[in-house]
């Protein structure tokens, strides 16, 4: 059976997976991924949403009421070395997509606030990249809309790049609980690549009173819900595994709490 967790994506077509908030039965996240063939177009209103494009390949040219951003985007995959190209939209705006080449876009959004805010170009060269963990739990990482900028109302957006037969998102770890400065409240969503693409990865979302507890085996282009508990992952022998996380939620502000059980890892 498959978890109410996973949303499997679809192999053919434009629309790969999409996560709105009634489906997720959440208030906060919305997302989609979507393939374009070269010459296609796409254009969406964002609403009272705020909205954060992100360029996952391929090329594409960009226009927010009038104004074009052309040629963005230089990734033939997301497992490249190097940072996409994204737009941060505000609410009441139009944005349309052409695609120069064959390309694969993330929108990621979240409701809006009342402050006045304006569209940004999110270069590839101001986004930071590090390196987490150490060992079998290494993986990097790119921020391309973290909770320090102050350009967003609610969304987070960020890459992760998990080697093959290592861990990411562990120790395990969960943001469900509105109780700064020890954590905050942040609904998630993990849109899946892997390379090579017939591999597969775990994901596991749980809590302290295991009352969710669920495991989903994932495969490429897969997301998966995180409302909340812990949601570490697992990249088995020979698959790298590839994740673009969307979090918003009251406040915009990324502070998490570890698993008590595995926080023994991180000593010494």
């Given at each position: 059976?498959?978890?109410?967790?996973?949303?499997?994506?679809?192999?053919?077509?434009?629309?790969?997976?999409?996560?709105?908030?009634?489906?997720?039965?959440?208030?906060?996240?919305?997302?989609?991924?979507?393939?374009?063939?070269?010459?296609?177009?796409?254009?969406?209103?964002?609403?009272?949403?705020?909205?954060?494009?992100?360029?996952?390949?391929?090329?594409?040219?960009?226009?927010?009421?009038?104004?074009?951003?052309?040629?963005?985007?230089?990734?033939?995959?997301?497992?490249?070395e190097?940072?996409?190209?994204?737009?941060?939209?505000?609410?009441g705006?139009?944005?349309?997509?052409?695609?120069?080449?064959?390309?694969?876009?993330?929108?990621?959004?979240?409701?809006?606030?009342?402050?006045p805010?304006?569209?940004?170009?999110?270069?590839?060269?101001?986004?930071?990249?590090?390196?987490?963990?150490?060992?079998?739990?290494?993986?990097?990482v790119?921020?391309?809309?973290?909770?320090?900028?102050?350009?967003?109302?609610?969304?987070?957006?960020?890459?992760?790049?998990?080697?093959?037969?290592?861990?990411?998102?562990?120790?395990?770890?969960?943001?469900?609980?509105?109780?700064?400065?020890?954590?905050?409240q942040?609904?998630?969503?993990?849109?899946?690549?892997?390379?090579?693409?017939?591999?597969?990865?775990?994901?596991?979302?749980?809590?302290d009173?295991?009352?969710?507890?669920?495991?989903?085996?994932?495969?490429?282009?897969?997301?998966?819900?995180?409302?909340?508990?812990?949601h570490?992952?697992?990249?088995?022998?020979?698959?790298?595994?590839?994740?673009?996380?969307?979090?918003?939620?009251?406040?915009?502000?990324?502070?998490?709490?570890?698993?008590?059980?595995?926080?023994w890892?991180?000593?010494?």
């Open positions: 059976m498959t978890s109410p967790l996973l949303v499997k994506a679809h192999a053919a077509g434009r629309d790969i997976a999409e996560v709105t908030p009634e489906r997720a039965g959440w208030v906060h996240v919305g997302f989609l991924a979507q393939r374009l063939k070269a010459g296609e177009a796409e254009t969406r209103e964002t609403g009272k949403r705020e909205l954060c494009l992100v360029v996952l390949t391929g090329r594409v040219d960009v226009e927010i009421d009038g104004r074009v951003y052309p040629g963005l985007g230089s990734r033939a995959s997301v497992f490249e190097k940072s996409p190209a994204a737009v941060y939209v505000p609410p705006r139009s944005v349309s997509v052409r695609a120069g080449s064959d390309a694969e876009l993330a929108w990621c959004s979240a409701p809006a606030d009342d402050k805010r304006e569209v940004r170009l999110i270069e590839p060269a101001s986004m930071r990249r590090s390196v987490r963990g150490k060992g079998s739990n290494t993986r990097y790119c921020d391309i809309l973290p909770h320090d900028d102050p350009t967003a109302a609610h969304l987070l957006v960020v890459e992760v790049v998990t080697p093959a037969g290592h861990s990411s998102s562990y120790p395990p770890h969960k943001h469900d609980a509105e109780t700064p400065p020890s954590e905050t942040l609904e998630e969503t993990y849109y899946h690549r892997l390379n090579p693409p017939q591999g597969f990865a775990f994901q596991r979302v749980y809590t009173d295991r009352s969710l507890d669920e495991t989903c085996a994932v495969e490429d282009h897969d997301v998966v819900m995180v409302p909340r508990g812990y570490p992952v697992v990249a088995p022998h020979g698959y790298d595994n590839y994740y673009l996380n969307v979090m918003a939620g009251p406040n915009r502000l990324w502070v998490f709490r570890n698993d008590p059980a595995h926080e890892m991180l000593e010494g």
